[in-house]
Nanobody
Framework: ERLVESGGGLVQAGGFLKLSCVAS????????MGWYRQTPGKERELVAA???????NYADSVKGRFTISRDNFKNTVYLQMASLKPEDTAVYYC????????WGWGQGTQVTVSS
């Protein structure tokens, strides 16, 4: 698989998780990257983005709680999630920003936040 996400799990509200995504077969440091999430019946949404030079941007719903970072030597992008809320429950995916159709999507990693 070109994109492999990991680090999800079950956590109580207010908790912390750190997600990782390893990309293979791409010139990783040429691409802006993003973390996306999807819940059943809803469109996949971009929650955090990082340019190839490290500038970041966040959806309003996660601003101040989530932090995106990248390690170009490891072809890896991270998402640190703090102060988690039940509404953060979703499957989380990474991809380029904007997504590249030819990359496909990984299996994602499930994040479940209990109240």
């Amino acid at each position: 698989e070109r994109l492999v996400e990991s680090g999800g799990g079950l956590v109580q509200a207010g908790g912390f998780l750190k997600l990782s995504c390893v990309a293979s077969g791409v010139v990783f440091d040429s691409f802006a990257m993003g973390w996306y999430r999807q819940t059943p019946g809803k469109e996949r949404e971009l929650v955090a983005a990082i340019t190839n030079r490290g500038a970041t941007n966040y959806a309003d719903s996660v601003k101040g709680r989530f932090t995106i970072s990248r390690d170009n030597f490891k072809n890896t992008v991270y998402l640190q999630m703090a102060s988690l809320k039940p509404e953060d429950t979703a499957v989380y995916y990474c991809n380029a920003n904007p997504p590249r159709a030819w990359w496909g999507w990984g299996q994602g990693t499930q994040v479940t936040v209990s109240s």
